[in-house]
Nanobody, 115 residues
């Protein structure tokens, strides 16, 4: 069974820099791209960042220059380093992968930014 488990969220002050983690299991982690999405209250889910199996990285315009995605295939984990947090970054952050033709989502981790 494919599983993705996020961690690292919480209540953070504006300007803070937490690191979110996404641990994968049940699939050949190193062979798949992993993405981060977020959903703020009352808003649609939006793409934040993605890292491919060969390490190419992509970012949404709203986070470019502030967030950094990386992966450690030895630990089956993708990280999202979140810097210079703003109140508008408050959201549930989800990791995602399309494995074996199916969409897999984690349960999400809440990031709340206090001003």
């Amino acid at each position: 069974e494919v599983q993705l488990v996020e961690s690292g969220g919480g209540l953070v002050q504006a300007g803070g820099s937490p690191r979110l983690s996404c641990a994968g299991s049940g699939f050949a982690f190193e062979d798949y791209a992993i993405g981060w999405f977020r959903q703020a209250p009352g808003k649609e889910r939006e793409g934040v960042s993605c890292i491919t199996s060969d390490g190419s990285r992509y970012y949404g315009d709203s986070v470019k220059g502030r967030f950094t995605i990386s992966r450690d295939n030895g630990k089956n984990t993708v990280y999202l380093q979140v810097n210079s947090l703003k109140p508008e970054d408050t959201a549930v952050y989800y990791c995602y992968s399309r494995t074996y033709g199916l969409d897999s989502w984690g349960q999400g981790t809440q990031v709340t930014v206090s001003s």
